[in-house]
């Protein structure tokens, strides 16, 4: 198979790698789950707005939510710094291949994070500017939605790319590296836990007394919403379960080891308990959705933390060899490097112990900037002067002292009243050689 095996920079990391790996880690996950929070929240507030045209206390509702987003979408932002810094520091050639292949749509990103961000937040500070024209409004929320699902494709795009080097000659573009085979099912995994953390944080959150009394719901009205939330929470939990099957059968096997492999399924795993517990309070007529609330939320903190572990194990796996290959690829240069040098300082000291001509000395410093070897630049070149002056040096050194005007395309020479008998006998000694 054909993989591009980039050189790397041979620079030192700048902090250990476990570290750096620790770090990625952790941070990431803050980051994903504020992502999570944010476009779940945006679709949650644009499914509640065209709820609201019919009931309008789904309409403030919406509008507690947007309220939401714009936070997390700061949070998902600021949090979102340092693992992407880190991947750029442990896995410098491959991510930046990567991203140099879906060139276009990467840095795309900027422009559409800041179109969504206006729209999030026109979406939520004109809330009542937009009272008489709801369609434009939820456009807005559309749109931004609309903008927070596609962002991530770009970037799980990027982060899977980058693991299959084996692809890189064959990617045309970011929409070719979006079909490769394993990134939609990837996708649709990531989404579905967007809802199901979000729908979580809304049942946590309104269950709080000051929602209540901030929304003015009915006490029915209230239980019937957080009852919502539950069940897309439970929805979302049994398909992130079959979508994760699909996306494990789905990854290339260069990643998978027995490792990556359990922590996937104890993620999965975790879910079981949780899905168990929140389905008993769907059907107790008695509306406790609070009951075990905690435990789920440490269960599903689990199935977060081994996902993230094992998605990491799975790109050092995926990676190993391509990163030994471009170890080697680097050690290589720097040794040709190193040889390279060492060849050019011993020419250089070869030259010092050779004796100078004085003529090229001479010739160098006063006319090899209008006289080139063999390419007629300001002056004619050196072979035409060799052929006109040949066995002359008296001729050259006349021209020189009082140079005239011959060639019709050229400008007049400039005479040397500086250069005496001598350096002038020497230059042309050099010339005509
Ligand atoms: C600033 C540019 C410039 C520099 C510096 C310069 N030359 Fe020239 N040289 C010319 C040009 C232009 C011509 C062609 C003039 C013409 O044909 O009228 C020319 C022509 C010549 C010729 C050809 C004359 C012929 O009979 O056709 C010689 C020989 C020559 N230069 C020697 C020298 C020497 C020796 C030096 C250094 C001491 C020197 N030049 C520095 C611009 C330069």
Redesign the pocket.
């Known amino acids: 198979m054909n993989v591009p095996v980039p050189r790397d920079i041979p620079l030192p990391l700048p902090a250990p790698e476990e570290l750096l790996e620790v770090l990625l880690i952790v941070s990431f996950i803050v980051h994903i789950v504020f992502v999570h929070m944010m476009l779940g929240g945006s679709l949650f507030s644009l499914f509640c707005q065209i709820k609201g045209l019919k009931q309008i206390e789904y309409e403030r509702l919406a509008y507690k939510i947007a309220q939401t987003v714009t936070v997390n979408k700061s949070l998902a932002v600021v949090m979102g710094v340092a693992p992407l810094l880190i991947i750029n520091t442990l896995y410098a050639p491959q991510f930046y291949a990567s991203s140099a292949l879906i060139g276009g749509a990467w840095m795309a990103v900027i422009p559409l994070v800041a179109v969504a961000f206006l729209l999030a937040y026109a979406h939520k500070f004109w809330w009542d500017r937009f009272v008489n024209i709801p369609e434009l409004h939820i456009g807005i929320a559309a749109l931004e939605s609309a903008l927070f699902l596609f962002i991530p494709l770009i970037y799980m795009t990027n982060v899977n790319l980058m693991l299959f080097p084996e692809y890189w000659p064959e990617v045309k573009g970011f929409f070719s590296a979006m079909l490769l085979p394993n990134v939609l099912q990837r996708y649709l995994h990531f989404v579905s836990a967007a809802i199901l953390f979000s729908a979580l944080f809304f049942v946590w959150w309104s269950g709080r007394p000051a929602f209540q009394a901030e929304v003015k719901l009915s006490q029915p009205l209230l239980q019937s919403v957080r009852r919502f939330f539950y069940a897309f929470a439970f929805g979302a939990t049994i398909f992130q379960i079959l979508s994760g099957l699909v996306v494990f059968v789905s990854l290339p096997a260069q990643g998978m080891s027995w490792g990556v492999t359990l922590l996937l399924f104890a993620g999965g795993g975790f879910g079981v308990p949780a899905l168990y517990w929140m389905w008993g309070n769907l059907v107790n007529p008695d509306n406790s959705l609070d009951r075990h609330f905690s435990r789920i939320i440490v269960l599903f903190a689990c199935t977060i933390l081994a996902m993230a572990v094992a998605r990491h194990q799975y790109r050092e796996h995926a990676l190993k060899d391509h990163k030994l290959a471009i170890a080697q690829k680097t050690a290589n240069y720097m040794a040709a490097a190193a040889d390279a040098r060492q060849e050019a300082e011993s020419a250089a000291l070869a030259q010092q112990n050779e004796p100078v001509d004085p003529g090229e000395q001479?010739?160098q410093r006063?006319?090899?900037?209008?006289?080139h070897i063999n390419l007629p630049t300001?002056?004619?070149d050196m072979g035409?002067?060799r052929r006109?002056?040949a066995g002359d040096a008296k001729?050259?050194i006349r021209?020189?002292q009082n140079?005239?005007?011959?060639?019709e395309n050229?400008?007049?020479?400039?005479g040397?009243p500086h250069?005496s008998e001598t350096e002038?006998q020497a230059?042309?000694d050099y010339?005509l050689r």
Not at 403 to 407: S, T, Y
Not at 410 to 414: I, K, V
Request: charged share 10%.
């Open positions: 001479a010739f006063n006319c090899a900037a209008c006289h300001v002056g004619p035409e002067i006109i002056y001729g050259l021209w020189t140079p005239g005007k011959k060639r050229s400008m007049q020479m400039p040397f250069l002038l230059i042309a010339m």
